[in-house]
């Protein structure tokens, strides 16, 4: 176990010295994304700041829950967006172009090879921003320190809901064969997601919190940070995040096993 | 070392009609049909041994080499590799295999082969000291030294080759699949090429199982040959015996001073001529090749004439329009 998990460790170094080197080859576009990742942070917190001064709450969150809440979208979106996309953009072009041939015969597990492969080498060197805007709002919020030890951990665990919601969605790609249309519903999903819970009601709030649990992504840490007492969401959480596993486990079986691969 | 019985695919396809309106009745209903990519197929292959798997497009050699590397589910039957099922995907099977395929490339295309080579070397866990040994040797045998850290998008479709079979070679393989390796390449690359893997294969003993359209890559390489056609296999022996399906035909080239017409003599030897008709191709039965050539050299003006074999290329093209002549084939073998 310990050293299959030090394969995997050195893999993905592998795969991350990999994309630096591939990435800071072209000098231009590499600075150039990481200006547009700023201007999208700026983007974003300017937006929140505008309309918080027109209102003083939205629902019941005030200007500097709702700052901490975005902050903490950006943080897993951060991760998402260097780790992850990436692949899923990728992913249609290897089916139908018969690259995954490549992936599926290399010792170490597929899933892996084709989900973490890709590493958006610019974006990563961001993560200072939305961390340093989730503490500084955290600290206006009068965390404990029982918050900030936490925090990490639910960034990761918010990481992995969404990754684990946006891979499963994404393994229909293996039948559907073209992957435009499955990559906008992971980015509308992600939009619907990014929004405070209370702003949906019954019947939706449900599917999207039950179903397709996308609503737990953030707004479940958010809740349990600013009040220890809303433990509830968090076993929802963990529950999705489990369930998530399992049903990729299998799904990615299916998915191989249908996989025709590309006429030579 | 290589066994499959009764190994067999079959793909769903659907027909669409050409034009708008075929489109949207496609869109709405979709007669699926399921199309045999590969029949119950059965082969062994010992260890060390070189074989040649040939077949015109689409007879499904390409198809037989996925299921064998575990990239494709058989639809059945049941096949072992060094006493794996390539289907489960071990993963200990998976470092024991190498697949090379001529239009496709693992090597990343911005970066440098020796990148690609590093991300290589921790897939397989090569320790350093293996690892730039063995670059080292590659690197030497193919003479690629100094285009290791070249970007893969600069290098010539040769050269890739080259750097494509050292990456799928560092792990040492014991069981090595090429899909059209020389595919594409000019006639100097492709003898490069061929001459590496004979080497390679003289120096580690490994098994090889390479599908190719060119026959010189089966001739020069494997002693064994395995034909396929329409997803079946035809034919399974030696390459001589193959060479002979037609008969002790024996390949006869004449060139003329200047351009013949169709001359009745000829007729019966399958006559190839070059466009301008000063060059004629015979295939004449070994007992009567003296007795025509004195009749052809006496009738027509010739310049040059020469003898072979029979190019296997004729043979398959002509068992390709007279499969029956394989069943003979095969019995015999």
Redesign the interface.
Same mark, same amino acid.
């Given at each position: 176990m310990l050293s299959r998990t030090k394969?995997y460790l050195?893999?993905y170094?592998? $795969?991350i010295?990999?994309c630096f080197?591939?990435a800071m080859? $072209?000098r231009l576009h590499f600075v150039l994304l990481i200006i547009m990742d700023l201007v999208f942070y700026a983007s974003v917190f300017a937006s929140v700041d505008i309309i918080y001064q027109h209102v003083e709450t939205i629902g019941t969150w005030n200007r500097e829950q709702l700052m901490f809440f975005v902050s903490f979208i950006l943080s897993v979106n951060h991760l998402q967006m260097s780790l992850l996309a990436n692949n899923y953009w990728e992913l249609s072009l290897l089916i139908r172009?018969?690259?995954?041939? $490549?992936l599926?015969?290399?010792?170490?597990s597929?899933l892996f090879s084709t989900f973490l492969r890709r590493i958006s080498a610019g974006s990563t060197l961001l993560f200072l921003v939305p961390w340093s805007c989730m503490i500084y709002f955290g600290n206006k919020l009068g965390f404990t320190w029982h918050a900030w030890v936490i925090l990490p951990f639910l960034v990761l665990l918010a990481f992995m809901l969404t990754g684990l919601i946006e891979t499963i969605i994404s393994c229909a790609m293996f039948w559907m064969l073209e992957g435009v249309g499955i990559n906008f519903l992971r980015m509308q999903l992600q939009q619907v997601a990014r929004w405070p819970d209370f702003i949906y009601a019954g019947f939706i709030r449900k599917i999207l919190t039950f179903f397709i649990p996308v609503l737990l992504i953030y707004n479940a840490p958010s809740r349990f940070l600013f009040d220890f007492h809303d433990w509830l969401v968090m076993v929802g959480m963990l529950s999705a995040v489990a369930i998530g596993w399992v049903v990729l486990f299998f799904l990615w079986k299916l998915c191989?096993?249908s996989?025709?691969?590309a006429?030579? | 070392m290589i066994t499959c019985q009764g190994l067999y695919k079959n793909f769903k396809t659907y027909q669409k009609e050409p034009g708008f309106a075929g489109t949207l009745k496609s869109f709405f209903k979709r007669e699926y049909e399921t199309k045999s990519a590969v029949k119950p197929f059965d082969i062994e292959i010992p260890e060390g041994e070189i074989v040649g798997l040939l077949g015109p497009n689409g007879a499904g050699k390409t198809t037989l080499i996925k299921m064998f590397t575990g990239i494709v589910v058989p639809s059945g039957g049941t096949v072992n590799i060094i006493g794996f099922n390539p289907a489960k995907r071990d993963r200990r099977y998976r470092k024991k295999i190498a697949l090379v395929m001529g239009q496709k490339s693992q090597l990343w295309w911005d970066l440098p082969a020796m990148d690609s080579f590093q991300l290589l070397q921790r897939y397989y866990e090569i320790a350093e000291r293996d690892f730039k040994k063995r670059v080292g040797e590659l690197a030497e045998l193919l003479d690629v030294q100094k285009l290791l850290n070249v970007h893969v998008r600069k290098l010539s479709l040769g050269e890739r080759m080259k750097v494509e079979l050292m990456s799928c070679l560092l792990h040492k393989p014991e069981v090595i699949f090429l899909d059209e390796p020389t595919i594409g390449l000019d006639l100097i690359a492709q003898r490069n090429i061929r001459q590496f893997i004979r080497d390679y294969h003289h120096r580690n003993h490994c098994t090889i199982l390479l599908t190719s359209h060119y026959m010189a890559d089966v001739e020069a390489l494997c002693s064994r040959l395995v034909f396929i056609l329409e997803g079946e296999k035809r034919f399974d022996g030696d390459i001589t015996t193959f060479s002979n399906l037609l008969g002790s035909e024996k390949n006869v080239v004449f060139d003329f001073e200047n351009s013949v017409e169709e001359h009745p003599l000829l007729i019966p030897f399958d006559p190839h001529w070059n466009d301008d008709h000063t060059r004629v191709e015979l295939r004449i039965p070994h007992n009567r090749l003296k007795e025509v050539t004195v009749q052809i050299l006496e009738c027509l003006p010739v310049v040059e004439f020469n003898t072979e074999k029979l190019p296997i290329e004729r043979v398959m093209k002509t068992v390709m329009e007279n499969p029956a002549l394989l069943e003979s084939a095969q019995r015999e073998n």
């Open positions: 394969y050195l893999l170094r592998e $795969f010295k990999t080197v591939e080859s $072209f172009q018969g690259g995954l041939d $490549f599926l015969v290399k010792p170490a597929s191989l096993n996989y025709e691969s006429s030579s | -």
